[in-house]
Structures are given as C-alpha cells and as structure tokens.
C-alpha cells in the first residue's frame, strides 16, 4: 500500500520557483509578467500533482510569505483531499479558518510524518 502526499509550503528552491516563467517563456517586459508567468507554471504543477495525491500536508514555515500555501490548502479542501496542517504555535489565529476545515492539524513536520506512518500500521 503506498500513499502520495503533496506536500505545499515554503519552495525549497525559491529562485527557480520564481525563475520557472521566464525560464519556459523567455524574458518578460516587466517583473510583474515574470511573476504571473512563474505563478502560471507553478499553478499547472501544483494541480497536476495535487490531482495525483491522496492527500496534501500544508507547511506553514517561518521564512516567507504564506499566501501560496494557504491558496493551495484551500484548493485541496475544495478538491475533497484530506489535509494535514502544519503550522507553529505563532499562526494559531491567522491559520485559524484553514484549521477548522483541516482533516489534521499538527505544530511539526514530524508529528506531520508520524500521522503519515500510522496510516501503515
């Protein structure tokens, strides 16, 4: 039995998260169209992948801005994938909408990984 999680927070490899329209697209006039031309491919991967997943765990990190993942979390409660919440003491009530419709909420990646692990005992 295997399981596949999305898992949407803080991009690991910010500069390419950003760089990814330009990259496919080329060179846009102005940094407002390279960043909706980022957004765009980040958006196509982000469904594709999620429509792949069984269920999505939601990262709330501390280093950049949240809205993506809470746009994400909110897609993938509208979709009907159960969602794991993950977000420190310090975002109680700014997340606090997104955790009345999470299926889990957890403060660590590794509480997150042992919910994930009891789904195979």
Same mark, same amino acid.
């Given at each position: 039995?295997?399981?596949? !999680?999305?898992?949407?927070?803080?991009?690991?490899?910010?500069?390419?998260?950003?760089?990814?329209? @330009?990259?496919?697209?080329? @060179?846009?006039?102005?940094?407002?169209?390279?960043?909706?031309?980022?957004?765009?491919?980040?958006?196509?991967?982000?469904?594709?992948?999620?429509?792949?997943?069984?269920?999505?765990?939601?990262?709330?990190?501390?280093?950049?801005?949240?809205?993506?993942?809470?746009?994400?979390?909110?897609?993938?409660?509208?979709?009907?994938?159960?969602?794991?919440?993950?977000?420190?003491?310090?975002?109680?009530? !700014?997340?606090? @909408?997104?955790?009345?419709?999470?299926?889990?909420?957890?403060?660590?990646?590794?509480?997150? !990984?042992?919910?994930?692990?009891?789904?195979? @005992?």
């Amino acid at each position: 039995m295997g399981i596949n !999680a999305h898992v949407v927070g803080p991009q690991e490899v910010h500069d390419r998260s950003d760089s990814v329209g @330009e990259d496919i697209l080329g @060179e846009q006039p102005a940094p407002v169209y390279r960043d909706l031309m980022g957004a765009r491919v980040n958006t196509l991967r982000t469904r594709v992948l999620m429509q792949r997943a069984d269920l999505c765990v939601a990262y709330f990190g501390q280093k950049y801005k949240q809205w993506n993942t809470a746009a994400d979390a909110g897609a993938a409660v509208a979709s009907g994938l159960p969602l794991i919440l993950v977000r420190s003491e310090n975002h109680i009530h !700014a997340l606090k @909408e997104i955790d009345a419709l999470a299926t889990l909420t957890v403060e660590t990646l590794a509480q997150a !990984a042992q919910a994930l692990a009891y789904i195979f @005992e």
